[in-house]
């Protein structure tokens, strides 16, 4: 029996209320499936960490997460710690020392989810967002001088390596080849001469090696207006880490909300672990009511069976979720319920149970 070792670092706000849900039902799943053990051990790092101790995690904290077979984390980030920190000094830290350069978001519009267009549904809005995670826009590089003078200037360097940008176009080819379906990218070289040039060669380049994947090239702008107008268009789509970031919270809301938006930041090599979170924030206007929908933890739970090939286990997850937003009877506020988090998540583990009595749990 193959045994997952799990890091838990439910985080700030909302972050633990969601992920004790996701743990509940990811322990009923593989007791169900059979096939596999899950061992979680907890970190309490985040923001009210930060407080006590100056820093976001332990000194040791990339250390210890280093055993570990996968991450999963709730959200960080409250008021009292400003964003820049909480951020980079531990999801962005663990993203790039752990090298999680493939940062995977499933658009996909479930059965009795809430849609904000017209003509939306389960068939038109499904999409895989694969966003570049380990440098672009988001290198972190720049410069700051002349403070508080009238010459202040700022620069904020983007970084697209060969290296970087073509292991993550070619993950993506690889993802649609797998998957017979189309493969996007999304640029902006009319703009941005040289980054998204560059990057428009390399998909180019690549798509070399994949006669078989159709493919497509937009400029962001007119992404962002196509994925309300005809969503259809996209199936796998691959972009930059700031355009994946803006147009994945987009594609949150066309496929319900933040309330069911999960991510998986992935190191394919399994050299690290990778890590897998809720896409949404610590919620502190709702943090401590009990009322956070955990449905993206649990999502984002199903990412992880996924990754670790316990696809059944992973699909039966989605399947829960997809029942629950049919039946409409368990649903958080967020999504016009007045059920709890605990409820939802309790909902979930009997409709697990369920399928097991009824012999469809594969
Ligand atoms: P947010 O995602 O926390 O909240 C945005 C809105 O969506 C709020 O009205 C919130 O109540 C609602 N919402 C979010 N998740 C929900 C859920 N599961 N159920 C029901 N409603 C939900 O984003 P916001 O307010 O911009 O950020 C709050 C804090 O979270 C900030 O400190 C920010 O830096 C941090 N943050 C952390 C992230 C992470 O850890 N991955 C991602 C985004 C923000
Ligand atoms: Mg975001």
Request: proline share 5%; charged share 25%; glycine share 10%.
């Amino acid at each position: 029996m193959k045994t997952i070792n799990v890091a838990v670092i439910p985080g700030d706000g909302i972050g633990p209320e969601v992920i004790s849900e996701g743990i509940k039902v990811m322990k009923k799943a593989a007791e169900l499936d059979g096939r596999m053990r899950l061992a979680f051990t907890s970190f309490p790092w985040g923001c009210e960490y930060y407080l006590k101790h100056g820093k976001m995690m332990a000194d040791d904290g990339m250390e210890q997460l280093k055993r570990f077979d996968a991450i999963y984390l709730g959200a960080v980030g409250y008021p009292g710690v400003p964003d820049h920190i909480s951020l980079w000094d531990l999801l962005l830290r663990i993203r790039k020392e752990f090298d999680q350069y493939v940062n995977i978001r499933p658009i996909k519009l479930l059965n009795g989810a809430p849609c904000p267009i017209e003509g939306g549904t389960k068939e038109t809005i499904d999409m895989l967002f694969i966003r570049e995670n380990s440098e672009g826009e988001y290198a972190g590089l720049g410069e700051w001088i002349f403070q508080g003078k009238p010459e202040e200037l700022v620069l904020q360097t983007g970084v697209f390596s060969r290296k970087g940008t073509e292991r993550i176009i070619r993950y993506a080819f690889e993802e649609a080849a797998k998957s017979g379906r189309t493969l996007t990218s999304i640029s902006k070289a009319n703009a941005l001469n040289y980054s998204m040039v560059f990057w428009d060669q390399v998909f180019e380049e690549v798509s070399r090696d994949y006669p078989e994947v159709q493919t497509y090239s937009y400029l962001v702008d007119a992404a962002a207006m196509l994925m309300v107008k005809d969503p259809s268009r996209f199936e796998v789509v691959v972009t930059s880490n700031l355009f994946g970031d803006i147009l994945t919270d987009l594609g949150a809301a066309l496929a319900g909300g933040m309330g069911l938006a999960a991510g998986a930041n992935i190191n394919p090599e399994k050299e690290w672990p990778s890590m897998f979170e809720p896409i949404h924030g610590s919620a502190p206007d709702i943090a401590g009511k009990g009322i956070a929908n955990p449905l993206a933890a649990i999502w984002s739970a199903s990412q992880m069976f996924d990754f670790f090939g316990c696809e059944e286990a992973g699909a039966m997850l989605l399947d829960a979720i997809e029942t629950v937003m049919e039946e409409r009877i368990v649903l958080t506020p967020d999504l016009g319920g007045t059920a709890s988090t605990s409820d939802v998540g309790d909902r979930i583990v009997e409709i697990l149970c369920q399928r097991q009595k009824a012999g469809s749990f594969y």
